[in-house]
């Protein structure tokens, strides 16, 4: 309050964004599941290794092909010999992409089977107390039979004196 009212407006609006900046952090770590999440992770999440960039342009310089073929720019015998080159490169690059891939595959799917024997742990765990809820209610002693159709008859007699109305 010292150096004015913009200031300290100001100051509160950093720390209003530091917050934000903090909650939605912990709302990306917690969607990655246990495992923290570095910077330099997140920064490559997004970034395309060297093989698919490769596999890109080769189904791109295919395609491009493809075109100056329609256009007339190439022959057929060398769109032929072309496009079974580029065929091959993206063969081999797809098939680098997929073995680079596999490690991640397998965490995935080992995390996968994980997530799926909990979820059942935690379904058959809420089956089983229900069953168990279920029984005690039947065993209970206290509980008096003739509660349910005393509560009928209110309803009944709601329901009739809603009709009057």
Known sequence: MLLGIEIALLVAAFFALAFVIG???LSVQSLSGDSPLTLD????LGQPSVEEEQKRAVLRALKDLDYERSVGKIS???YHDLSARYREDAKRLIERVDESLT??????E???AE????DKERADRAQREKASAETDSRDDPDRDS????ASAGAREET???EERA
């Not at 992770?41 to 490559?44: C, G, R, V």
């Not at 997530?115 to 909990?118: G, S, W």
């Open 23 to 25: 909650f939605l952090w």
């Open 41 to 44: 992770e997140a920064l490559t």
């Open 76 to 78: 057929d015998q060398d």
């Open 103 to 108: 490690p991640a595959r397998e965490r995935a």
């Open 110 to 112: 080992k995390l996968l």
């Open 115 to 118: 997530r799926v024997a909990k």
């Open 146 to 149: 003739t509660d349910a159709p």
């Open 159 to 161: 329901s009739d004196e």
